[in-house]
């Protein structure tokens, strides 16, 4: 389904996209019973998906290497911008507020630019150069243009060359590697526990023992947003290798402490104090480091 994408193209794709969203926000928002919002939020997880996979992909397309950083860093920003949002207002608001972003998704597709590796596939190269006139901010005929067009029609032709592609093929060879460090990167991602901050943070601090749970999670979900900034900047300086490095070290020193506290002195203030700097340091380090470059740096 995900992959269907790259034939419908992006404004299909986008289209689709905001029909699920702003079905699944109606059913959420209007409905009494508990199966509608549950139907509801099953939609949305499934126009998630898809959109977590076509506009990575689209933005990648449509930058060039001295700028995909930067627009992969400002797409994960609004993500996180949304999640402040979603901390600080009722939930029924926060679930009605996405009818905003759907239906700005479904106008802005009818002004994007088609992807060109899609046109191209149509055979459709006038339409192409038009599409990277636009997103290169040059004429369809110029040589950035015509540099473009020769680069993907190569690209185009070494993939048709290689004829039908099997599944089982990631794993042979050199792809092994290359499937296993995507795989790996997408997984520990996940597995720092990033999600669980947000998605249980504030009954874990109330299990804790740790007042004003709820206004923890809030600066929690502040510091993403506001730590994912600098990525703008750093990931192009630094590089996402050295980011993941250093991001990770912190993070893992964090749990460390955090841990070494709470065995030599369990509910004490001490402990309580340290869980939340270490929860607030966390999160400031995994916000430019492995929150821009771990899902999306192979």
């Known amino acids: 389904m995900f992959s269907s994408l790259l034939i419908v193209g992006t404004f299909s794709g986008c289209f689709i996209n905001a029909l699920l969203t702003n079905r ?16 509801g939020r099953v939609l949305l997880g499934i126009a998630i998906g898809l959109i ?3 506009i990575p992909s689209y933005l990648m397309e449509c930058s060039s290497g001295t700028n995909r950083g930067r627009f992969m860093a400002c797409y994960l920003q609004f993500l996180t ?11 029924g608001v926060t679930i009605g507020f ?36 636009i997103l290169k901010n040059a004429r369809p005929d110029s040589e950035e243009v015509n540099m473009a067009m020769e680069e993907l029609q190569k690209t185009l032709a070494e993939q048709n060359a290689m004829g039908q592609v ?17 795989l790996a990167m997408a997984f520990f991602t ?32 502040i510091v993403n947003c506001v730590f994912t900034a600098p990525s703008l900047h750093l990931v192009e300086r ?10 990770g070290i912190i993070m893992g020193v964090t749990q460390i402490l955090t841990g ?17 700097a270490g929860a607030v340091i966390f999160i400031a380090a995994y916000a430019p480091s492995w929150g821009v470059g771990g899902r999306h740096s192979i």
Not at 238 to 247: E, H
Request: net charge positive; with cysteine; charged share 10%.
């Open 166 to 182: 099997r599944i089982v093929e990631c794993f042979q060879g050199s792809n092994l590697r290359r499937t296993l460090l995507g």
């Open 24 to 39: 699944s926000v109606i059913l959420q928002t209007v409905g009494i019973a508990s199966a509608g919002f549950i139907v």
């Open 52 to 54: 977590s996979n076509s």
């Open 238 to 247: 630094l590089g996402r290798r050295r980011l993941l490095i250093w991001g």
């Open 190 to 221: 996940i597995a720092t526990g990033i999600t669980f901050w947000f998605g249980y943070g504030t009954t874990f601090f109330i299990v804790a023992g740790v007042s004003n749970s709820y206004l923890i999670s809030l600066i929690l979900a």
């Open 98 to 133: 996405q009818l905003l972003f759907a239906i700005t998704i479904l106008l802005g597709a009818c002004y994007c630019p088609e992807s060109p590796s899609v046109l191209l596939l149509w055979n459709r190269e006038e339409d192409t150069r038009r599409s990277f006139g």
């Open 260 to 276: 070494a506290i709470h065995s030599a002195a369990p509910n004490s203030n001490a402990s309580k104090n340290m869980l939340v």
């Open 81 to 91: 911008s949304g999640n402040v949002l979603a901390c600080g207002i009722n939930y």
